[in-house]
């Protein structure tokens, strides 16, 4: 195997063993990072507000969901490639060229003139976003010691809710007065400032891989992500779950990833080195990530349809329709950073956080056409709760679990998973509660409940007013059904969750001064030491 320069570094420690305050120009690489996770969590929320009218100005109806599609694709596609980028080749160049790309996707996509340019421009956009998150939680990695960490991820888990709850209201803002070119083009001032300070006062030690970059890896894992991707994209909508289509998309996804977890075995310099595995904590936080992904947008998906469908709420405000949930999960976050920055101790959060998931997923699916706002509310912030838990606590694990030089694929790796886990939860809960809501229409409405709802499950409030009051009502119980259902099947899920908690061991975190492993204990490697000015 060709070398790699690596750079063993060590923080600066208070004679009591306490890290050093963090300097001044570190702080404002953290607000620099706090931009790029904004642009990289509001694009989507933006965009999906601004949809029907990019569709009355372009149209291609047809195509409306390839907008969401292309960007999603690319950007799982991307995310495990720049995280090998930034190991092998320095982190702040690769940063620096993912906001670029993404950049000028946003340009471009804000300059799109019909719906198929903005489809392949989104997809540029994408391929730069892969590298937004990742680069933000592997430039923490490098900069901050994992005993310091918690709490600047804290504050990213922060930026994640305020973005998931401003996003529809920043995007209606924008649309309503500027136009819906401005969706994107709101990415470039912000991407300016935070292109400008990481670029003046972010200083990290250069590297230079001798090997090259492993192409027939890069392709063979993004044949892979692509198919499955599309296959929960897809399947029950497009096309159904049986259909050739799926089936083909199932056996090319499956053969790619096979191949490519043989290949790694073989190349030179893999893009997800398999031996990061054999750690039992970076194996665990990895099927934790996936399954909060799974929980969390499942979640976010179907609340807000259950509270307009049968609680009345209005659509227009509909992020804050989440409120309790993320308002929950963001001071969960921040606690749980703080406690373990002071304490080094961490394994009860990813244990206390799946309990709370668990719960508060059972106390949703109780939820009826009875059920008050409060009352949902509140079980909405157990959820939440449950999630701050669990966040960034799944990426500090996982950072500390792997060497320096593996930081940006252990970083991309459980982003990815965590991708995935989403697209798998949307489209296992969505088919789940589809067909919940067509059983119980038609058992309620007859005939006319499976017309109305044979197009989709899930109407819009307009397509709702129209309906007779028999009908109104049949539909308002059978989308209470069918969220019973979908938040079932992810308390059930997440009873995986806490028996990965349950095995986490609680290894040293790196800066946490000179405590020891425990017997048993998986060895703690040495932590960074990074040029901050």
């Known amino acids: 195997m060709a070398d790699t320069q690596t750079v063993e570094t060590k923080p600066d420690e208070l004679p009591d063993g306490k890290p050093e305050k963090q300097p001044k120009s570190v702080r404002v690489v953290l607000l620099a990072l706090m931009i790029t996770m904004m642009l990289a969590m509001l694009d989507n929320m933006i965009v999906g507000t601004a949809m029907p009218t990019i569709v009355g100005d372009l149209g ?15 950007t799982a596609a991307a995310t495990p490639v720049w995280g090998k980028l930034g190991d092998m080749f320095g982190r702040k160049t690769t940063f620096m060229t993912s906001i670029v790309i993404f950049l000028i996707g946003s340009a471009l996509s804000g300059m799109a003139q019909n719906m198929g340019e903005l489809i392949g421009f989104r997809a540029v956009q994408g391929l730069g976003a892969g590298g937004l ?93 692509t198919s499955i991707v599309l296959v929960t994209t897809w399947g029950g909508s497009e096309y159904a779950w049986t259909s050739a289509r799926i089936m083909e998309l199932i056996g090319i996804g499956v053969a790619a990833l096979i191949g490519f977890v043989f290949w790694q075995t073989k190349a030179a310099e893999p893009v997800v080195p398999l031996h990061i595995f054999r750690s039992r904590n970076f194996t665990l936080m990895s099927i934790i990530g996936f399954i909060t992904g799974f929980v969390m947008f499942g979640a976010t998906l179907f609340l807000p349809l259950y509270q307009q469908s049968v609680q009345g709420a209005s659509a227009t405000n509909s992020g804050l329709l989440l409120l309790p949930m993320l308002g929950a999960m963001l001071v969960t976050s921040m606690v749980a950073g703080r406690v373990t920055t002071n304490t080094g101790k961490y394994k009860v959060f990813p244990i206390a956080g799946s309990v709370l998931m668990i719960v508060g997923l059972y106390l949703m699916s109780t939820m009826d056409t009875g059920t008050s706002r409060f009352m949902s509310g509140v079980f909405m912030a157990v959820v939440g709760l449950g999630m701050g838990c669990l966040m960034q606590i799944t990426m500090l694990v996982a950072q500390n679990s792997v060497e320096m030089k593996d930081m940006g694929v252990a970083s991309s790796s459980t982003t990815l998973f965590r991708t995935l886990g989403s697209s798998f939860g949307v489209a296992i809960m969505g088919a789940l509660f589809n067909n919940r809501v067509q059983d119980v229409m038609s058992e309620r409405a007859g005939a006319l409940g499976s017309k109305i ?31 019973h259902s979908a938040f079932l099947l992810g308390a059930v899920v997440a009873v995986a969750s806490l028996v990965a908690a349950v095995f986490v061991k609680e290894v040293a975190l790196r800066g946490a001064g000179p405590a020891a492993p425990e017997h048993g204990q998986e060895e703690s490697v040495p932590a960074p030491v990074v040029e901050a000015v």
Do not use: C
Not at 179 to 199: K, T
Not at 459 to 479: M, T
């Open 60 to 74: 291609g109806l047809e195509h409306l969901s390839w907008v969401v599609t292309a960007y999603t694709l690319a």
């Open 133 to 225: 998150m990742v680069g933000v939680m592997a430039i923490i990695g490098d900069l901050i010691p994992p005993r310091e960490r918690g709490k600047y991820q804290g504050m990213m888990a922060g930026v994640m809710a305020i973005a998931m709850i401003g996003g529809p209201l920043v995007g209606g803002t924008i649309t309503d007065n500027w136009g819906w070119r401005w969706a994107f083009y709101i990415n470039l001032p912000l991407g300016v400032v935070a292109l400008g300070l990481i670029s003046a006062v972010l200083h990290l030690p250069k590297k230079r891989s001798k090997a090259g970059i492993d192409y027939l890896g890069v392709v063979l894992l993004t044949v892979g992500i």
């Open 453 to 483: 709802t044979e197009k989709s499950a899930q109407l819009d409030a307009a397509s709702l007013a129209k309906l007779p009051a028999a009908a109104r009502e049949a539909y308002q119980h059978a989308v209470s059904a069918g969220t």
